[in-house]
């Protein structure tokens, strides 16, 4: 845990630079003690998170989620890939040759429909079976009950909800 302590109030500024890296590592900015009045007394504690031993699958074909999913689960430590292409039956390789903790998945794929993808993933017994996370806007609950998926995950869905139940397993 590093500290640094005290700038006179002008000086913040110089902590632009400080600011900037904490945001491109997997840690927590806390700032504590400020007093503008009489100037600015601090510390900064950066706190990093143990390493998370899980892989992570995204299959998301909306660029912008995946990103975004990519960048969220990497901040909490898990070690993230991502599947970019159009094909279904690449998806399946893919499971097969990174062998995945957890898929975590669009149900509305535009080449393939997640819902059949989980039940194929299911049925390959030559791997280590991943947890299977499916999300959409539409309510699929039910479908994803009857084929083994671990989690359904309505969208718009909070970040915190999928964080803490990947740390729970």
């Known amino acids: 845990m590093g500290v640094t302590k005290g700038v006179h109030p002008h000086r913040w500024c110089k902590l632009a630079p400080v600011a900037q890296w904490t945001e491109h ?15 600015a007394h601090f510390s900064i ?12 699958l995204i299959v998301e074909d909306d660029s912008t989620m995946r990103s975004l999913l990519k960048t969220l689960l990497e901040f909490e430590n898990f070690s993230v890939d991502t599947y970019e292409k159009d094909k279904a039956e690449e998806i399946l390789l893919k499971v097969t040759s990174s062998t995945p903790d957890v898929v975590l998945m669009d149900v509305n794929l535009r ?28 309510d699929y609950q039910k479908e994803c009950d009857k084929r083994a998926v671990d989690l359904f995950l ?16």
């Open 154 to 169: 309505l969208k718009p869905y909070m970040p915190d909800d999928l964080i803490k139940w990947l740390h729970a397993i």
């Open 111 to 138: 080449f393939a429909n997640g819902l059949d993808l989980a039940s194929k993933i299911r049925a390959i017994p030559s791997i280590k079976q991943p947890k299977i996370i499916l999300s959409s806007g539409m």
């Open 45 to 56: 504690f950066l706190k990093k998170k143990g390493k998370v031993n899980m892989r992570i």
């Open 25 to 39: 590592q997997p840690s927590k900015l806390l700032v504590e003690g400020s007093n503008p009045p009489r100037g």
